[in-house]
């Protein structure tokens, strides 16, 4: 079990997409706050990270119908009801990229789950990033895009089994 941080226990936590990548950073730059992890919507995007300005081109101005990227985010800011100063401020924060040796101080046990039609994985899904960890396993969701992938209870079994609930 990993060591405890600041005399806390370590933390079992789940995030989706820029959620499962903020968890990653967390975890290469503070060994010890995990003892589990289940990622979902993540793949080998987290080694290789897409350019955020069509999204935010889409999410400044009018869509054009060509971005279908921009567009689906967009339906999903405004349908939620999110900021979108907010979502373009995070979006054009400055990153500083994981890389195989951040991803190897990750010792907590890590589940990646992603959609087989999810474009974060490409080709392999979540191959170069589950490779990168030192214990992880993948779970791919047949039939299941980006969006998806936390609503499909096959994702929620995997996710509750994984800790043991």
């Not at 992938?149 to 994702?155: G, I, L, N």
């Amino acid at each position: 079990m990993a060591a405890a941080v600041q005399g806390r226990e370590p933390l079992d936590a789940i995030g989706f997409s820029a959620g499962a990548q903020v968890l990653l950073r967390l975890a290469a730059d503070q060994p010890g706050t995990f003892r589990r992890l289940a990622l979902l919507g993540i793949g080998r995007g987290a080694l290789e990270p897409a350019d955020p300005e069509p999204i935010v081109a889409a999410l400044t101005s009018e869509p054009n119908p060509e971005n279908v990227t921009g567009m689906v985010f967009r339906r999903l800011a405004d349908g939620l009801g999110n900021d979108r100063a907010a979502l373009i401020a995070f979006l054009r924060r400055p990153q500083r990229p994981l890389t195989p040796a951040d991803l190897a101080r990750i010792t907590t046990q890590v589940l990646v789950v992603l959609g087989d039609q999810d474009p974060a994985g490409t080709l392999t899904p979540g191959d170069g990033l589950v490779a990168a960890l030192p214990d992880a396993r993948l779970v791919t969701l047949r039939g299941v895009d980006h969006f998806g992938t936390p609503a499909d209870v096959r994702c929620m079994q995997a996710v509750l089994g994984f800790l043991g609930c």
